[in-house]
């Protein structure tokens, strides 16, 4: 089976953009979940969703949101972005069980 | 809330000694209890989970890890490191019921020849 993918790779964005990243989770598996890395911060969970529902949600700004399509794509989007939201955006899938599988990330940089 | 401590955020060793990257969870209840490794401009590969049953985990690589209640801890070993190990290292913790990873902070493996 294919892994979890992340379009794109990398970004450059000025502050005050926004940005919308994806991720294909792996085939059969209906759960993807966000995290955000960062030195300073480490990990953090964004959300989660799963067959089109967000579940879970971590703590960061109503700037930051996502969806989850039918064919359990997910995409997430940062709207008025600042110097802090560089980071990298890891995106993880999961079937029903409680294994998360990662993607390589997409490396954001705002200037 | 669920926390996870890594102890060290550098660990250095020397190609074929032994590897112990340490971590501790913060629960009553033991959550789901994961390694993973990442590579420079990489994302996550998992290593090894403990979910139930047998405390002793072997995963990928040589790898392995023991889940300790009493001491609140999952600690990774490798009996002999290979520069191939030298990478970052994240113990990660699932609350039960949730679909969250809560990590620790890291920690940075070095081996020298």
């Known amino acids: 089976k294919a892994g979890v993918t992340q379009t794109p790779r990398y970004l450059i964005k000025t502050r005050g953009q926004q940005v919308t990243l994806s991720c294909s989770p792996i085939?059969?598996?209906?759960?993807v979940s966000w995290y955000q890395q960062t030195p300073g911060q480490g990990l953090q969970f964004l959300f989660e969703?799963?067959?089109?529902?967000?579940?879970n949600k971590g703590n960061f700004p109503g700037r930051f949101s996502g969806r989850q399509f039918s064919n359990s794509r997910s995409e997430m989007n940062v709207s008025t972005l600042e110097l802090g939201d560089s980071a990298l955006y890891l995106c993880?899938?999961?079937?029903?069980?409680?294994?998360?599988?990662f993607g390589p990330g997409t490396r954001l940089l705002v200037l | 809330a669920q926390s996870v401590t890594q102890l060290g955020s550098h660990v250095s060793v020397s190609e074929g000694a032994l590897v112990l990257l340490r971590c501790n969870y913060s629960s009553s209840v033991p959550p789901y209890l994961f390694w993973y490794v990442q590579y420079p401009n990489q994302g996550l590969q998992l290593l090894l989970k403990y979910t139930t049953g047998a405390t002793l985990v072997k995963g990928i690589n040589g790898f392995e890890a023991e889940f300790k209640k009493s001491e609140t801890s999952f600690h990774l070993t490798k009996p002999s490191a290979h520069m191939s190990d030298a990478a970052e290292y994240f113990c990660?913790?699932?609350?039960?019921?949730?679909?969250?990873?809560?990590f620790g902070t890291g920690t940075r493996l070095l081996v020298s020849p």
């Open positions: 085939s059969g598996h209906r759960s």
């Open positions: 969703y799963f067959s089109e529902t967000q579940r």
């Open positions: 993880a899938s999961g079937d029903s069980g409680e294994t998360q599988y």
């Open positions: 990660a913790a699932l609350p039960t019921g949730f679909q969250k990873l809560v």
